[in-house]
């Protein structure tokens, strides 16, 4: 008799109960949301108001409030995020209207971007399905096979200054200017008006603060923003105990729970990032508005068995590169150099 347990029914009733669990936190709420946007969306736009005035002032006054600006952008992406999920709002209707507003603070058009996002949440640790949404990650065994020229853009890709200070704001003011190839006539579409949306605002703020001090406060409100952003979007699926799999093992409820950290932040900077470190709760459903995640999350000892990663230990995830299919880890460029040397002294010892 065979007793060897079914990966597939294991998986089904591991999906059953977590889905049950979280049934009742996808509902959304009307109020949480509209106070969401007022305390966000609000806020920044009062920030916009204040650095208007502060220029009359003093630019040490200016360039904190444009700090604050952009940590507040962060919470406003957030809102564009949910909305792009359709788990801001019940309506469909106000989720588009609210996720094209805070696309427009954020130069980020909302079709394009929910469609390249669905894509990162359908292969998230899937290593046969990389290359959409997400940041650019080799095995150690391609990195080693990889010309020259290519582990030289490797490199440079993961190195920290082009990762958390340029990359982001050639994203968001350039990238996401272009439409992706791939990309469907909605979605192409999006691209354009954005562009022509961010155009009048862009006009309008100019002519309201001059150019030169509208250059220095967006700049800066966007680095912060933008640098912000793709460090807690890097955090949360590049540490040392991610889950990558091959498609045919890899496993959706694995790939929420083990590949998506639960980033455990002061309470302080889980406002201003939306509660989106309940990023293990985002994965297994992303129809939870983020109102709702740290409840969720709290909701049954299932969730809080995913070790916490807090910011200090967070910190040593700049170092992992690449990802070591034989012992399951990210690994650092100076542990390859390890490996190769012991397996060097191991064959010469042979």
Known sequence: MNTKPDKKQIHRESTAKWKSLVAKYEKPSFWRASWQIVNSVGSYLVMWALMYLSLSVSWWLTVPLAILAGGLLIRVFIIFHDCGHGSFFESRRANHFWGFVSGLLTFTPFHHWRWEHSVHHATVGDLDRRGMGDIWTLTVQEYLEASRWKKFAYRLARNPVILFVIAPLVLFLIVQRIP???????????????????LAMVSGLIALFGFGPWLIIQLTTMAVAGSGGVWLFYVQHQFEDAYWEHSDEWDYTAAALQGSSFYKLPKILQWFSGNIGFHHIHHLSSRIPNYNLERCHRSDPLFQEVEP????????SITYRLWDEQNKKLISFRTLKKIQRNQSSEAVSC
């Open 180 to 198: 992706t190839s791939s990309a469907k006539p909605r979605e192409k579409r999006s691209v354009w008006i954005m562009n022509l949306a961010v």
């Open 309 to 316: 990663l807090g910011f200090l230990v967070s910190l040593k």
